[in-house]
C-alpha cells in the first residue's frame, strides 16, 4: 500500500524549533519530487516547500525562507521539515504529499499533481 | 506570484444538482499546470484533477475540468452525497513544479 505518515508535531513555544518527518512506503520514493503542505485552523491550504527527487533542489513559500529547511532521505524513504524560529502563525497541520508526474503524449509536457498525502501532523506555536 | 482567487466561497446545492466551481488567476498559467482537489474535515486533499482537464487515477467521470489561461473551471455534473467538501486549484507554474499556490477554497454545501 502506497503511504506516507508524518511525525514530530507538537505544542512548541514562539521562537522554537522542531524537526517533522514523513515515513514513505509502497513505491519507490527516490523517484518522485517531495512536497510539505500545511492548513492553518479553519483556513486553507498553504504549499510550504518542494524538493527534487535527489535533494539538489529545494523551494520556499516566501514566508519561511531562512527558517525553514526541507531535506530527504532516499536510503530510509523519508522526509523532513526543520522548523526553526518558529512564529504563532506557523500554527497548522502539516502534510508530507507526493508528486506525481504525468506525461502528455501529444504535447510533450508533464503534468503533476499531488496524488499521495500523510494524514498531518499538528503544530502548536505558543506561550 | 500568482494568486489564485476561487468563487464562489460557498455553493450551496442539493444532491443530483450540477456544480460551477471557478478559479481565476492573476496571470496566465504556464501549459495549464494546474490541479484541482476536493478535501472533506478531517481528511487529507485527494487529487481530483491535473493539467487543468485530465482526472486522477479513480476519480468518476462526474468531476470535468477545464479552462486555460488565467480561468478555469471545475464542474461536478451530479452531486453526490460523498461530494460536498471543500474544493482548491492549485498552479505550480513550471514542470517540474517548483513554487505553487493553493486558492482559497470553495465550500460545496448541502442546501
Known amino acids: 500500500e502506497v503511504q506516507l505518515v508524518e511525525s514530530g508535531g507538537g505544542l512548541v513555544q514562539p521562537g522554537g524549533s522542531l524537526r517533522l518527518s514523513c515515513a514513505a512506503s509502497?513505491?519507490?520514493?527516490?523517484?518522485?519530487?517531495m512536497s510539505w503542505v500545511r492548513q492553518a485552523p479553519g483556513k486553507g491550504l498553504e504549499w510550504v516547500a518542494n524538493?527534487?527527487?535527489?535533494?539538489?533542489?529545494?523551494y520556499y513559500v516566501d514566508s519561511v525562507k531562512g527558517r525553514f529547511t526541507i531535506s530527504r532521505d532516499n536510503a530510509k524513504n523519508s522526509l523532513y521539515l526543520q522548523m526553526n524560529s518558529l512564529r504563532a502563525e506557523d500554527t497548522a497541520v502539516y502534510y508530507c504529499?507526493?508528486?506525481?508526474?504525468?506525461?502528455?503524449?501529444?504535447?510533450?509536457?508533464?503534468?503533476?499533481?499531488?496524488?499521495?498525502w500523510g494524514q498531518g501532523t499538528t503544530v502548536t506555536v505558543s506561550s | 506570484e500568482i494568486v489564485l482567487t476561487q468563487s464562489p466561497g460557498t455553493l450551496s446545492l442539493s444532491p443530483g444538482e450540477r456544480a460551477t466551481l471557478s478559479c481565476r488567476a492573476s496571470?496566465?498559467?504556464?501549459?495549464?499546470?494546474l490541479a484541482w482537489y476536493q478535501q472533506k474535515p478531517g481528511q487529507a486533499p485527494r487529487l481530483l484533477i491535473y493539467?487543468?482537464?485530465s482526472r486522477a487515477t479513480g476519480i468518476p467521470d462526474r468531476f470535468s475540468g477545464s479552462g486555460s489561461g488565467t480561468d478555469f473551471t471545475l464542474t461536478i455534473s451530479r452531486l453526490e452525497p460523498e461530494d460536498f467538501a471543500v474544493y482548491y486549484c492549485?498552479?505550480?507554474?513550471?514542470?517540474?513544479?517548483?513554487?505553487?499556490?493553493f486558492g482559497g477554497g470553495t465550500k460545496v454545501e448541502i442546501k
Open positions: 504529499a507526493r508528486f506525481k508526474a504525468y506525461e502528455d503524449l501529444e504535447l510533450l509536457v508533464y503534468y503533476y499533481g499531488m496524488d499521495v
Open positions: 509502497g513505491f519507490t520514493f527516490s523517484s518522485y519530487w
Open positions: 524538493i527534487k527527487q535527489d535533494g539538489s533542489e529545494k
Open positions: 496571470q496566465s498559467v504556464s501549459s495549464s499546470y
Open positions: 493539467g487543468a482537464s
Open positions: 492549485q498552479q505550480y507554474g513550471s514542470s517540474p513544479p517548483r513554487s505553487l499556490t
